[in-house]
């Protein structure tokens, strides 16, 4: 259960969510009742929220970064309540993604996947 229900509170992440579908499937098992716990969820959650950014990011033809600025949680809106009911504080979330790509150089990572590519190395 502590996947389950942790994963659905973090599904949102950091973006302006308005509506939200989880359906869950429990399956009995013959193995001994143990779960994981310390974040358990959280990190699968995130990541699907992620990939579903991508994936619209590339159905749109739009950039990803983009996508994700226009979807974040605005800091004039916290706090804010998110549509699991989960409340943010604080966040700047743009800021963050902005700084984040700058420091590993996103847009010198095309020129670097072409050294990859010519090396016979695939990179992203």
């Known amino acids: 259960f502590i996947p389950t229900g942790a994963a659905l509170k973090v599904l949102p992440g950091v973006y302006d969510v308005k509506r939200l579908h989880y359906r869950v499937l429990g399956v009995l098992s013959n193995t001994v009742p143990v779960d994981a ?3 358990a969820g959280r990190p699968e959650s995130i990541y699907v929220i992620e990939r ?3 994936q619209a990011a590339r159905e749109l033809g739009l950039d990803r970064a983009e996508l994700r600025r226009k979807n974040f949680i605005p800091p ?3 706090p804010f ?3 699991v ?6 966040g700047e979330f743009a ?3 902005d700084t984040a790509l700058e420091n590993a150089d996103w847009q010198g990572f095309a020129g670097r996947r072409e050294q990859s590519r010519a ?3 695939l990179r992203g």
């Open 95 to 97: 800021r963050v993604l």
């Open 52 to 54: 579903l950014m991508d």
């Open 76 to 78: 004039q809106a916290m």
């Open 81 to 83: 309540k998110t549509v």
């Open 119 to 121: 090396q016979g190395k």
């Open 85 to 90: 009911g989960e409340v943010y504080d604080s």
């Open 37 to 39: 716990y310390r974040g």
